[in-house]
C-alpha cells in the first residue's frame, strides 16, 4: 500500500526519508544521523513509466468489469457481482495508491495534496474488502457444490447485497487501527506508522486480519470442495461445468492475490522486528518500492484473468467492440444494429445467449 506502505512513495522522487519514528520503534536512539537513499534518475523515469501503464491498464479494466455487471442482466449472478466488488476495490487502490505514487515519483507531490489519514486508511479497508470477499467467494463455491440445493434456495439480490455491504462495513471497522496511527511528522511527512512504538504489532495486526484469516478460511473452503468434486467423478452437466469453471476462476484470482501480498506483509515484518532495519535502510527502499509495484500488478490484472477465463466477459466485450465498429460504419450509409438516442447496439454473440441454461449464472 501506499507509503508509505510506509516510506518510499511519498517522497520518492527526492530520497528514501529519514524517519524519527521508526527510528524509535526500531530501538535506534543514539541520535546518529541516517545517510539517505535516492534513487538514480534513470530508476525514477522507469518506475513512473511502469507505474503509470500498470495503473491505467487496472483503471480501464475494472471500469470494464463494473459496466460490464451493471449493463448486461445476463451477468447478474453472485459471482459477477463480487468480481464487480473486487473491481471496485482495486479502483479504490490504483487512485488513492498507484495514481499517487506515479506522480510523486515524476516529481508532482500529489500524496501530500490528498492529505494523510483517509487514503491510507481507505487504503487498507479496500485491501480488507478484497480479501474477504475473495473468501466470501470461495465459501459460496463450497455451499454451491458441497450443498447446491440448499444454497439455491437461499439466494437473493438482496442477501447478496447485505453481504457485500456487511464486507464493506467490517472492512471499516477492522481497519480502524491504520487510521490511528497514520499521520504527518514534524516534517509535514505522511506515514502510514507514526508512533513512537508498536510499530511489530500494527503489522502483525495488519498480516493477520488482511491475510492470515481470510486465507484460513479459503483453504478450508477449497479442501472440502476439492474432496467433494473427487467423489464426483466425472463431469456430467453444463451446469456442473459451470461451477466447476467459477471454483477454477476464483482461485485462479485468489492465487494471484496471495502472491501478491504475501512478499509485502514479508517485508514490513522483516523491518518491524529486525532492529538494525529502518524505513531508510537502501534494501528495505528498494524492496519496498518493488512490492508496491507487485500489488498494482495484482489490482490491474484481475479484469483480465476474469475475461480469459470467464467466457461471458469475452462475448460481452466483443459485443461492445462490434456494435462500436458498426455505429461508427453507419455513418458511411452501411447497414448497421444500432439503437436510438445514444443507446448500446442490442448485438447477440453467436453462441451465447441470455437463457440462465446458457449464460453465466453461477
Known sequence: ?????????????????????????????????????????????????????????????????????????????????????????????????????????????????????????????????????????????????????????????????????????????????????????????????????????????????????PTGIIVFCYVRMGRKLLEAGPIGSRKETRRRRSVKIVLAVTILYALSWVPCHTVHLWMAFNPEITAESPLYVELHTAVNVLIFVNSSVNPYVYALIGPSYRHHIRSMVICSCRNASSQQNVNTVSSQKGKFCRYQIPGSSTDPENSSRL
Not at 30 to 56: H, N, Q, R, W, Y
Not at 120 to 146: C, G, K, M, N, P
Open 1 to 213: 500500500m501506499n507509503a508509505n506502505w510506509n516510506v518510499t512513495i511519498t517522497n520518492i522522487h527526492s530520497a528514501a526519508m529519514v524517519n524519527t519514528t521508526n527510528n524509535l520503534a526500531a530501538g535506534l536512539t543514539d541520535g546518529l544521523p541516517t545517510e539517505e537513499f535516492v534513487f538514480s534518475s534513470a530508476a525514477k523515469i522507469a518506475l513512473t513509466v511502469v507505474i503509470s501503464v500498470v495503473a491505467a491498464m487496472g483503471l480501464f479494466g475494472n471500469a470494464m468489469v463494473v459496466f460490464i455487471v451493471i449493463r448486461y442482466k445476463d451477468m447478474h449472478t453472485v459471482i459477477n457481482y463480487s468480481f464487480a466488488n473486487l473491481a471496485l476495490t482495486d479502483l479504490t487502490l490504483l487512485l488513492l495508491d498507484a495514481v499517487p505514487t506515479a506522480a510523486d515519483t515524476a516529481g508532482i507531490n500529489l500524496s501530500a495534496l490528498l492529505g494523510c489519514k483517509v487514503p491510507i486508511y481507505l487504503q487498507y479497508v479496500s485491501a480488507e474488502v478484497t480479501s474477504l470477499t475473495l473468501a466470501f467467494l470461495s465459501y459460496d463455491r463450497y455451499r454451491l457444490i458441497v450443498y447446491p440445493l440448499k444454497t439455491l434456495k437461499r439466494r437473493s439480490p438482496l442477501a447478496l447485497l447485505s453481504i457485500l455491504l456487511g464486507i464493506w462495513l467490517v472492512s471499516f471497522v477492522v481497519q480502524i487501527p491504520a487510521v490511528v496511527v497514520t499521520g504527518l511528522t514534524e516534517e509535514g511527512k505522511c506515514y502510514e506508522f507514526n508512533a513512537p512504538w508498536g510499530v511489530e504489532y500494527f503489522f502483525s495486526y495488519a498480516l493477520v486480519s488482511l491475510f492470515i484469516i
